[in-house]
T-cell receptor, first 113, second 110 residues
Framework: GEEVAQTPKHLVRGEGQKAKLYCAPI?????VFWYQQVLKNEFKFLIS????????ETGMPKERFSAKCLPNSPCSLEIQATKLEDSAVYFC???????????FGPGTRLTVL | GQNIDQPTEMTATEGAIVQINCTYQ??????LFWYQQHAGEAPTFLSY????GLEEKGRFSSFLSRSKGYSYLLLKELQMKDSASYLC???????????FGKGTRLSVIA
């Protein structure tokens, strides 16, 4: 597509429940990035993919967070056993190259109660 | 590593000019981006500088000095709709993603 699509727009989970977020990058873009933004604060980089391969995962809290980008499927970010501090807006972005302009999706607002 | 600094908040008057500064330290500079983010929305691309100098695009201009590790975003003829956060992001020539600053929240007042 012409835009980065993210679903769902809003997600509410009880503490300890699983959350799964989806992202469809712009067609033809090889790189996908996930960011976490807590209460309009700074963007925290989580993970990036080059096609279906993990490119950089230095920002991922590996204990509970995982992500995939499989061929012919939307990319996903999964949080096992959510905690209150996971409440944030999760943005997905895609780009042609890893150092190129990134196009952002509308974000998924996760609220953990 | 990389470090990006920009002011947290700024206020300016409708019709005026405002300059938002960004300083950075990086081991392998490969371009600087400015993004605009309205409350509750995704960031949108404003400008990209990889060479020194001023890039003008309508009411918005962006300047870069690589030797000083410094950039600014200049907004002219401010409008109320320019109230937003402005994010500075730096690219590295290594295999690392863009690093975003914390953003500058601009409030335009009448």
């Amino acid at each position: 597509g012409e835009e980065v699509a993210q679903t769902p727009k809003h997600l509410v989970r009880g503490e300890g429940q699983k959350a799964k977020l989806y992202c469809a990058p712009i067609k033809g873009h090889s790189y996908v990035f996930w960011y976490q933004q807590v209460l309009k604060n700074e963007f925290k980089f989580l993970i990036s993919f080059q096609n279906e391969n993990v490119f950089d995962e230095t920002g991922m809290p590996k204990e509970r967070f995982s992500a995939k980008c499989l061929p012919n499927s939307p990319c996903s970010l999964e949080i096992q056993a959510t905690k209150l501090e996971d409440s944030a807006v999760y943005f997905c972005a895609s780009s042609l190259r890893q150092d190129n302009e990134q196009f952002f999706g509308p974000g998924t607002r996760l609220t953990v109660l | 590593g990389q470090n990006i600094d920009q002011p947290t908040e700024m206020t300016a008057t409708e019709g005026a000019i405002v300059q938002i500064n960004c300083t950075y330290q990086t081991s392998g500079f490969n371009g600087l981006f400015w993004y605009q983010q309205h409350a509750g929305e995704a960031p949108t691309f404003l400008s990209y500088n990889v060479l020194d100098g001023l890039e003008e695009k309508g009411r918005f201009s962006s300047f870069l000095s690589r030797s000083k590790g410094y950039s600014y975003l200049l907004l002219k003829e401010l409008q109320m709709k320019d109230s937003a956060s402005y994010l500075c992001a730096v690219g590295n020539s290594g295999n690392t993603p863009l690093v975003f600053g914390k953003g500058t929240r601009l409030s335009v007042i009448a």
